[in-house]
C-alpha cells in the first residue's frame, strides 16, 4: 500500500467520526432534536413488552393497577400504583378476582381502596430517568425491592409526557407539569397526607423531583422525604463533562475550546437547575419554619454520572439555610463539610447538615453503578428513614 492511501485511509478514519460529531452538535442545536437525544422517550421496548400485563416482571396477579391520570394542561399519563406484597397476600383473593389488564376505572378498584383506605399506608412516588417507559430497565426490580420490603409501602410511578403510553411530548416545565400532577392525584384523589410521600426521583427523575419539590414548597407541603439519587446539578454544567457510560463524550472535546463550550451550552433549551431549585426549596421551608428531610445517593462507581455532581447538589441545599444569598465558598463549604461527615469505608460516606428542622444527608455507596443503586440498601433505607421506619416507636400520621 503506498503512503498516498496510507495517508487516505487516515484522513478517512479521521474524518468520518468527526463528521458525525459535528452532525450531532448541529442536530442539537435544534430544540426538536436536542429534546430527543436529552429524553431519549421514543428508545423503548413497547414492540414486545405489554406493560398492561405486570406479571411479565414478576408481580403477582393484580398487584400492579395500571392507570392513567390527567395533567393541569389536559395530557394523559400512563402509571403503575404497585401495592406492597404483604397487603396483596392480606387480600389476595379479592385482589385476583378483578380483571386484570388497564384499569379503566381506578378509584373503583380493589388496590385504590387498599391505598386510600389505610391510615398506615405510605406512599413512594418514583420519577425514573431518561428513556424507555416505566417498566423497562431496573425500574420493576426497584419497585420490586420498595414493595416487597415494607409492609405499607406503595409505590405509584408515572411515564412522563411522550414516554411509553403517555400523551404530548417532554419539555422542562411539561414534566414537572407531570410530577405535579402525580403527587395531586395521591393527596387530592387517594387522600393521602403529604407526610405520608415520599418524592423518589433517579437521573433525569432527579431533576423532575426538585422542580416538584419546589413547585410544592411554596404552596406550604412538607413531604416525609425528598430523594435524589445519581442526580445533577445542571444540565448544562453536566454535559460538560458528561460522557455516556464514562466514555463517549458529549460536549467534553469542546473543553479545549471554553468560548465554544459556552456558546453550546448556552444553546440547551432545557436547563434543569437542581442545584439552584433545591437551594430555593430548602430556602422556602427553612423560612416558614416547614420540615425538609433531602436525601442525595451516588454510587461512586456511576460511570454515567459522576458522583462529584452530588455534591453541587449538596453545596446547592446547604447554602439554602444561609442568610447571604452568596452562599459559602466552595473552599468554606468543604471544610464545614467534612466537619459533618463520617466515612464508612474505603470509597464511602455520609455527609449531613442540620438547621433546625431542615436535614441535608448526602450519601455516596461504592457500588451500584448508575441504575443498579436503586435496589441497593442505601435507596431502600433513605425510603425507610423518610417514614420514621428507623424509630420503632415513631407512628406514622
Excluded at 433517579?202 to 412538607?222: I, K, M, N, R, Y
Excluded at 446539578?233 to 463524550?249: D, E, F, K, N, R
Amino acid at each position: 500500500m503506498t503512503n498516498s492511501v496510507h495517508w487516505l485511509v487516515a484522513g478517512i478514519a479521521v474524518a468520518a467520526p468527526l463528521g458525525l460529531y459535528l452532525t450531532f452538535l448541529g442536530l442539537s442545536a435544534i430544540p426538536f432534536f436536542q429534546r430527543h437525544f436529552l429524553y431519549a422517550h421514543k428508545f423503548n421496548t413497547l414492540f414486545w413488552h405489554d406493560l398492561n400485563r405486570p406479571e411479565y416482571w414478576g408481580f403477582a396477579k393484580n398487584q400492579v393497577t395500571p392507570f392513567t391520570l390527567t395533567t393541569a394542561d389536559g395530557q394523559s399519563l400512563y402509571a403503575w400504583h404497585i401495592l406492597p406484597l404483604q397487603v396483596y397476600a392480606q387480600h389476595e383473593s379479592e385482589l385476583a378476582a378483578q380483571d386484570a389488564g388497564f384499569c379503566h376505572k381506578m378509584t373503583q378498584s380493589v388496590n385504590f381502596k387498599l391505598l386510600r383506605d389505610d391510615p398506615n399506608a405510605r406512599l413512594v412516588i418514583y420519577f425514573h430517568g431518561n428513556a424507555g417507559h416505566v417498566a423497562q430497565a431496573i425500574r420493576p426490580a426497584s419497585y420490586h425491592a420498595l414493595t416487597d420490603g415494607s409492609p405499607s409501602t406503595h409505590v405509584l410511578a408515572i411515564d412522563y409526557r411522550g414516554f411509553g403510553h403517555s400523551t404530548g411530548s417532554p419539555t422542562e416545565q411539561g414534566l414537572i407539569l407531570d410530577g405535579t400532577a402525580a403527587v395531586d392525584w395521591a393527596m387530592q384523589v387517594a387522600g393521602i397526607p403529604s407526610s405520608r410521600i415520599v418524592l423518589l426521583g433517579q437521573s433525569l427523575g432527579t431533576a423532575v423531583t426538585s422542580g416538584v419539590a419546589e413547585h410544592f414548597s411554596h404552596e406550604g407541603v412538607d413531604f416525609a422525604g425528598v430523594i435524589l439519587v445519581s442526580g445533577f446539578s445542571s444540565l448544562p454544567t453536566m454535559l460538560s463533562g458528561y460522557a455516556i457510560a464514562g466514555w463517549v463524550p458529549v460536549l467534553r472535546p469542546l473543553a479545549a475550546w471554553p468560548w465554544l463550550l459556552r456558546k453550546v451550552t448556552n444553546r440547551v433549551v432545557d436547563k434543569w437547575e437542581s442545584a439552584q431549585r433545591l437551594g430555593e426549596v430548602v430556602r422556602t421551608v427553612k423560612q416558614r419554619n416547614g420540615r425538609l428531610r433531602l436525601t442525595l445517593v451516588h454510587a461512586k462507581n456511576d460511570w454515567d454520572i459522576p458522583f462529584h455532581e452530588d455534591d453541587k447538589l449538596f453545596a446547592g441545599a446547604v447554602n439554602g439555610t444561609l442568610s447571604d444569598p452568596a452562599g459559602m465558598g466552595e473552599q468554606v463549604m468543604e471544610k464545614e463539610k467534612e466537619q459533618r461527615t463520617t466515612h464508612t469505608g474505603e470509597d464511602a460516606w455520609v455527609a449531613k447538615w442540620k438547621d433546625g428542622d431542615v436535614v441535608v444527608r448526602q450519601e455516596v455507596f461504592p457500588y451500584g453503578g448508575h441504575n443498579d443503586i436503586m435496589y441497593y440498601a442505601p435507596v431502600l433505607l433513605s425510603v425507610m428513614r423518610s417514614f420514621g421506619l428507623d424509630e420503632a416507636t415513631k407512628p406514622v400520621m
